[in-house]
């Protein structure tokens, strides 16, 4: 078995060839096409392949109401708990750390303010 070290937070680390750091990480979008969400989804797509050309996006529509981003099957975010858009640019870096073989988190949300209760 092959087993590489890279350092995280300033501390080395070993992985074995089968932890090695996925170089393609994969990005499932679920909108809801009810609140046409798909804008939204078709935005934060380019913007990860604009900055992550080797990332898999995909945009699919789902549940009512729901805006949720998974990456490589973490969900990082959900307008199902959370009633908010993700910020962006959190969630780019998380497509970057999972490239990079680092944890990815949950993202901070965008308020949303031109929502109507009808």
Not at 4 to 12: A, L, M
Not at 27 to 39: A, G, L, M, T
Not at 60 to 75: A, P, W
């Amino acid at each position: 078995m092959v087993s590489t070290n890279f350092v995280y937070r300033n501390k080395r680390v070993k992985m074995t060839e089968s932890e090695e750091p996925n170089r393609k990480p994969r990005v499932d979008i679920e909108y809801c096409n009810v609140c046409n969400s798909k804008p939204q989804c078709l935005e934060l797509a380019s913007i990860i392949r604009e900055q992550i050309p080797e990332a898999e996006v995909v945009c699919r529509t789902g549940r009512r109401g729901s805006f949720e981003v998974q990456i490589n099957d973490t969900l990082v975010h959900s307008k199902l708990s959370s009633l908010a858009f993700p910020h962006y640019e959190d969630v780019v870096q998380n497509v970057r750390n999972a490239r990079d073989g680092l944890p990815v988190n949950k993202v901070a949300e965008q308020p949303i303010t031109d929502c109507v209760v009808q």
